[in-house]
């Protein structure tokens, strides 16, 4: 099923679980010391970020037409 064509519901799950595994990232990145396991927490921090914005352009996109 096309993103266009989600429920408004499965965005905001989405968004939820994305949040929430930020949340833990965060808290494990500022315990961390170490400068390579740091990058990859943050690295991977960002895609979610952007991964989950590209997913709600999408679907706000197709809402739009």
Do not use: D, N, Y
Not at 17 to 36: E, N
Not at 43 to 58: D, E, G, P
């Amino acid at each position: 099923m096309p993103i266009q064509k989600w429920h408004v519901g499965k965005i905001a799950i989405l968004w939820g679980w994305g949040i929430a595994i930020c949340f833990v990232l965060t808290q494990i990145i500022l315990r961390t010391t170490k400068f390579v396991p740091g990058f990859v927490l943050v690295a991977t921090l960002l895609a979610i970020l952007v991964t989950l914005s590209v997913i709600t352009w999408k679907w706000f996109g197709g809402k739009e037409q």
